[in-house]
């Protein structure tokens, strides 16, 4: 492998499938109402409301998809100092994650973690307050260099997507069937499987899923974490069927395979990550 990729860190990966705040979808779950999701999110319900064009809030269905594009709730902004940059106090609920939280506020994973001199191998636990790094400016905040994204949801960096074709290795179980299987070989570390369109794709450990939706050009993202300090991202999906916090063993169903947008072939982007790490995911461990 290839060491300038060790640079880049997860914190790459979470830049380059990351959606902006105003791009940030909540799906509706049995028992949520318009009044206890905007509380969730600190938002005002009538603004979500006319952002989703919804009339009625009697109307709200589980499954739906609603926009939302402000500050979670609970969420306190600290100035500190002179200089345009201060912390929010989080407090963490049950399920939460660091790698679901940095991609929420929009931070990067390490910064996250020194600002609550947390290490690799931390568990966050309910009820702790966490300072949550942000920047009180009105354009958005620096995050680290990467391919951006265009308004039409595709990469602009074409070193993102560079790929090397590889034989099929039978004995190799991936998450899809993988009739072709190609290394990425850009500012990304992983490999691209072609499959069938809509065909199940599953775990190939057992973990928790630490972030689950949509990415601008990687169609829905699983990303399940294992222990050891590995993390597994399955990109390219059409539909998840897990959401953050749910338990996978190895084979359960994490959604169905989607047409990429760019090669309008169906192909999973599949990376492992050990400690921050990129790894050949042909050898990840597969329990």
Not at 200 to 217: H, N
């Amino acid at each position: 492998m290839n060491h300038r990729y060790r640079a880049l860190g997860l914190a790459l990966v979470l830049f380059c499938l990351s959606v902006s705040a105003e791009e940030t979808v909540h799906i509706v779950e049995k028992g949520e109402t318009v009044y206890s999701i905007a509380r969730r999110y600190g938002v005002n319900q009538e603004e979500m409301l006319a952002l989703n064009g919804i009339s009625d809030p009697r109307t709200l269905q589980v499954g739906q998809r609603l926009r939302i594009s402000r500050r979670p709730e609970g969420a306190s902004v600290t100035v500190q100092g002179a200089e345009s940059s201060g912390h929010i106090e989080h407090r963490v609920a049950r399920g939460e994650t660091l790698y679901g939280l940095a991609r929420r506020y929009e931070v990067s994973l390490d910064a996250l973690r020194a600002a609550n001199n947390l290490s690799g191998n931390s568990v966050l636990r309910e009820g702790t307050v966490l300072n949550v790094p942000v920047r009180q400016s009105s354009g958005p905040a620096p995050v680290e260099s990467g391919p951006r994204t265009t308004s039409a949801g595709t990469s602009s960096d074409d070193s993102a997507r560079q790929t090397v074709q590889r034989a099929v290795d039978r004995s190799i179980r991936w998450p899809v069937s993988a009739r072709e299987v190609s290394y990425m070989t850009g500012k990304l570390y992983g490999v691209m499987l072609m499959g069938e369109h809509s065909e199940t794709v599953r775990s190939l450990t057992q973990g928790t899923v630490v972030s689950a939706g949509p990415y601008r050009g990687f169609g829905k993202v699983a990303i399940v974490q294992r222990t050891g300090g590995y993390l597994y991202v399955y990109g390219g999906c059409e539909s998840l069927t897990v959401k953050e916090g749910d338990r996978v063993n190895p084979g359960t169903e994490l959604g169905n395979l989607g047409i990429d947008a760019v090669s309008l072939k169906p192909q999973l982007f599949f990376l492992v990550y050990r400690n921050n790490s990129p790894i050949d995911p042909a050898g990840a461990p597969r329990s």
